[in-house]
């Protein structure tokens, strides 16, 4: 099965700080997915990435593939209170339907 | 458009006890899943549905668990008998295909007592 590897298992920043999470995957990718969620709540997909270099934006969230080394990174730049939550990268492997998760990013942001 | 609807948002059973759950995925898509997240961990896939079809099962523990997509749009999943392990929140996805993001629903938590 798909093994994926976050890390930090959580992080606390001060508001308007940056911040990074990695995901590395142990398979070759067919895409890579990130998602934020609240607390006891679904899942709010955010992007995907599938070709080496990638790099996608929304809002202040920014997110790139390396594909050579199968790792993927989350960048916050000048985090607020709503940026707090847990982060989950998601991957399909080549050749795959299924979509495998990391243990998640618990990401708390200090006023 | 309507997301991913899943019901009830929470359910609180005795052991022993049966449970089921409801997922209405976005119109058109075809490709179903759900999922099992246990605290602190990443949601594991149990089941995946192509239209009607099971096309992974592999990780659905087939002794109390079962799952059908009837006309291959809703699906319920259930637990019969459920135990205290079972407590955790089971969320439904849907998607077109795998180009595409998975949509999730809000998920249904399931506390066994």
């Known amino acids: 099965s798909q093994e994926l590897e976050q890390s930090p298992q959580s992080l606390i920043v001060q508001e308007g700080k940056n911040l990074t999470i990695n995901c590395t995957s142990s398979k070759t990718l067919y895409g890579l997915y990130w998602y934020k969620q609240k607390y006891g709540e679904g899942l709010i997909f955010l992007m995907m990435?599938?070709?080496?270099?990638e790099e996608k934006s929304h809002e202040k969230i920014t997110a790139k593939l390396d594909e050579k080394k199968q790792q993927s990174s989350l960048h916050i730049t000048a985090s607020q209170p709503s940026h707090a939550g847990i982060y989950l990268c998601g991957a399909v492997a080549r050749g795959d339907y299924k979509l495998s998760f990391g243990a998640g990013t618990t990401v708390t942001v200090r006023a | 458009e309507a997301g991913v609807v899943q019901s009830p948002r929470y359910k609180i059973i005795e052991k022993k006890q049966p449970v089921a759950f409801w997922c209405n995925p976005i119109?058109?898509?075809?490709?179903l899943y759900w999922y099992r997240q246990n605290l602190g961990q990443g949601p594991e896939l149990l089941i995946r549905y192509e239209n009607e079809e099971a096309v992974d099962d592999s990780q659905l523990p087939k002794d109390r668990f079962s799952a059908e997509r009837l006309k291959g749009v809703d699906s319920t999943l259930k637990i019969q008998p459920a135990e205290l392990g079972d407590s955790a929140v089971y969320l439904c996805?849907?998607?077109?295909?795998?180009?595409?993001?998975?949509?999730f629903g809000s998920g249904t938590r399931l506390t066994v007592v």
């Open positions: 996805a849907s998607s077109p295909d795998r180009t595409y993001g998975y949509t």
């Open positions: 119109s058109g898509h075809n490709t």
């Open positions: 990435l599938q070709k080496g270099g």
